[in-house]
């Protein structure tokens, strides 16, 4: 009687799952269809995060190389604005060159008895501390030290004025006080007019004119 039923109840949970678990036949169908589709979401969502992260290395890599192309750019930049820079400093450097050495010959400062590269001293002291002729010369500065004044530290130079000229070392016509000047000198004969013994003469000696060019900075 027993073995008998045993054997019932193991065909008759075969024959009826969903009666024997007390579930209708609809919902263990529920169930069934129910599984497949949590997987295939689970599925999808690995696919997506996958997907996700793809999205960010490639944005990333985006971005590096747009970062990396940028300081390109600018280090090309600022090599052809420290060419440029270089370029104009070199061409305002020949254009005071030019005009230091042909600047004794001008009507200014040229010696009376048209000496060649002599610059008369007594027209030199008329134009002393003269701020119009800073527009006349392109010089950041424009100065010249006299014979006495050769091997004397710039503090040591006696600055020439009216009432101690001509014992003194430098002649300033005029100094615009810039921060980043580069100097450029011409050796010339320095001639003023000397009285001795009655007699009016030439007093010459060698002299060195001074002129400045001002230095554009990076900036």
Excluded: H
Excluded at 50 to 62: P, T, V, W, Y
Excluded at 75 to 99: C, G, K, P, Q, W
Excluded at 106 to 112: A, G
Excluded at 170 to 195: M, Q
Aim: hydrophobic share 40%; aromatic share 10%.
């Amino acid at each position: 009687m027993k073995k008998t039923k045993k054997g019932d109840l193991k065909i008759q949970v075969l024959k009826n799952p969903a009666g024997f678990l007390g579930l209708s036949s609809s919902k263990l169908a529920d169930l069934k269809i129910q599984a497949p589709t949590n997987l295939r979401f689970l599925g999808a969502s690995i696919f997506n995060k996958k997907g996700d992260l793809k999205i960010q290395e490639m944005a990333f890599m985006l971005l590096g190389v747009f970062l990396f192309f940028i300081l390109v750019g600018l280090f090309v930049l600022s090599i052809a604005y420290s060419n440029i820079r270089d370029e104009a400093t070199r061409i305002a450097e020949e254009r005071t060159l030019s005009a230091v050495t042909s600047i004794s010959d001008s009507p200014e400062l040229s010696c009376v008895a048209s000496k060649s590269n002599c610059i008369d001293g007594d027209k030199l002291v008329g134009m002393l501390n003269k701020t119009s002729y800073q527009q006349f010369w392109p010089f950041s500065s424009l100065k010249v030290i006299k014979y006495s004044g050769f091997g004397k530290k710039e503090k040591e130079l006696i600055t020439c004025t009216f009432a101690n000229y001509p014992d003194c070392d430098v002649l300033v016509v005029y100094d615009k006080k810039v921060s980043n000047e580069r100097t450029i000198g011409s050796f010339i004969a320095f001639c003023r007019k000397e009285f001795e013994n009655g007699y009016t003469y030439d007093k010459c000696e060698v002299g060195r004119i001074l002129a400045g060019t001002e230095l554009k900075n990076a900036g």
